[in-house]
């Protein structure tokens, strides 16, 4: 990308001599005995959703101020260099955070229009042009890449208004409809062999504002839904691990609200705690290389970017 490859002149012209030194992120040890780094400390909500590049350099993430005095949303979108620090500002329509293709030329977001519904748009991050991806007056949501960039699944509210997961073929706009659920599938991720799409569905409604989530997995080939979990609770978020097999998620299994740790799945179905704490831990996403799972949690405050370094499909310790 145009900004990176000045960096790198740059630093070739001057032999990198004068280069800031890498940038060192506070960690802490969970009780798991897992090492949490905080990535971003504003004192105002700042997320990602699957927001890292295939390299593992770079970070997209909304930052979100909130309203100004007549009700627009104070949102923007940067990229952040995880090494240097260094960030770039994405044009004023791309306003929530979203997912590298593979070879890390473009972006795809869900971004909200003046309405304040959201539509899957696709930025090109050498040139800034913007293509709308499958328009529809209903809202979409999540988009991400499968590996090898060739398609983009998101979920979206246009079939009855029901959310259900879409597969778009980029070079052919050919959209298709993959579940049809009576009820709200979201936040589909492909595998890495691309024959698999992970995504978490409602199940149903528990008391005092409390939803039942279990994980699926979509079978491309044969056309069938497998259910990963199926607890009382709220197990969701899932994105895969580089092995295309374990899972790490999100689950409230104590009841309390404001509290969801991360897990990892295993193959076998067993769990692993990630993280134990008393807020909320969700949107883990692994990267690519399997060295990071990268998450937001309020747990510093306003909502805020952190990441675990992993090692084999569990943490560093």
């Not at 923007?76 to 995880?82: G, K, Q, Y």
């Not at 409230?252 to 969801?260: C, L, M, N, R, S």
């Not at 991360?262 to 996403?285: E, N, Q, V």
Request: charged share 25%; with cysteine; glycine share 8%.
């Amino acid at each position: 990308m145009k900004f990176l490859v000045v960096v790198v002149l740059a630093c070739l012209m001057a032999s990198c001599a004068n280069q800031p030194e890498p940038v060192r992120y506070s960690a802490v040890a969970e009780p798991t005995g897992c090492l949490v780094e905080q990535i971003t400390t504003a004192a105002f909500d700042e997320y990602q959703v699957q927001g890292v590049s295939s390299d593992g350099r770079l970070l997209s993430y909304t930052s979100d101020r909130g309203e100004d005095a007549v009700g627009n949303r104070l949102l923007e979108v940067n990229l952040l260099d995880l090494v240097t620090g260094a960030k770039t500002l994405l044009p004023e329509a791309i306003n929530n955070s979203g997912n590298f293709s593979p070879d890390g030329e473009y972006l795809v977001v869900a971004a909200y229009d003046e309405s304040g519904r959201t539509e899957i748009l696709e930025l090109h991050l050498d040139t800034f042009d913007i293509t709308v991806i499958a328009p529809h007056e209903q809202w979409d949501w999540l988009p991400s890449y499968s590996a090898d960039g060739r398609y983009i699944v998101f979920n979206s509210y246009r079939h009855n208004g029901e959310s259900d997961i879409y597969v778009y073929e980029r070079a052919t706009k050919n959209l298709r409809r993959l579940t049809d659920y009576p009820g709200y599938d979201a936040h589909a991720q492909f595998s890495t062999d691309g024959e698999r799409i992970l995504f978490h569905r409602m199940m149903r409604e528990r008391e005092n504002d409390r939803y039942d989530f279990d994980l699926f997995v979509y079978d491309l080939r044969a056309g069938t839904e497998i259910r990963l979990t199926d607890g009382l609770y709220e197990e969701s978020y899932g994105a895969l691990a580089p092995d295309g097999e374990h899972i790490v998620f999100s689950w409230d299994g104590e009841e309390a609200p404001e509290k969801h740790n991360l897990y990892i799945r295993a193959p076998d179905g067993s769990y692993a705690a990630l993280t134990d704490g008393d807020t909320k831990d969700w949107y883990a996403y692994w990267t690519r290389d399997g060295q990071y799972i990268y998450f937001n949690s309020d747990r510093a405050g306003p909502g805020n970017i952190f990441r675990i370094p992993m090692q084999g499909n569990f943490c560093m310790q």
